[in-house]
């Protein structure tokens, strides 16, 4: 039940990342753009977005300066943490901790296979990979 609840959340913290991203995208390209969630000129998530406040979390801007690589929109901050909780939710221990701050090969409970291809076990556990190719599929076994 939890890992329905957890992967319910994701989805709908990932739409509504997408639509942040969607809704300062075009109040930049159409000055005038008014979106769904803006109730009034005192209650505006499109102000909010295209403010300084919408980039960097508020915070990278005065540290590092508008221009900086690290000053992204939040909704792309959102994007990447839904994911993650999504990627990562189902694992427990090493495997999580591995896949936040490892590499590539060990995001969660996604290994890399030696072709540089990545599989990913459905039961939630961490599973590897073997890279012998059968046709255009690659076939992952085993559990840790």
Known sequence: MAGVLRAVLCVAG????????HVEHQAAKDPSYRAACDL???VSCTRVFS?????GLGLVEPVLGGDSALNVPNGAIGL???LLQGLLGPCHG???AGGAVGDLGGLGCWRR???GRFCSSASGTCA???SA???LTWRCWGST
Request: glycine share 12%; charged share 10%; hydrophobic share 40%.
């Open 14 to 21: 990932a739409a509504l990342s997408v639509y942040a991203l």
């Open 40 to 42: 009034g000129p005192s």
């Open 113 to 115: 296979c030696g072709s």
């Open 94 to 96: 090493r495997a999580a």
């Open 128 to 130: 590897w990979c073997a």
């Open 51 to 55: 403010s300084r406040w919408g980039r």
């Open 133 to 135: 190719p059968t046709g």
């Open 80 to 82: 990447l943490f839904y």
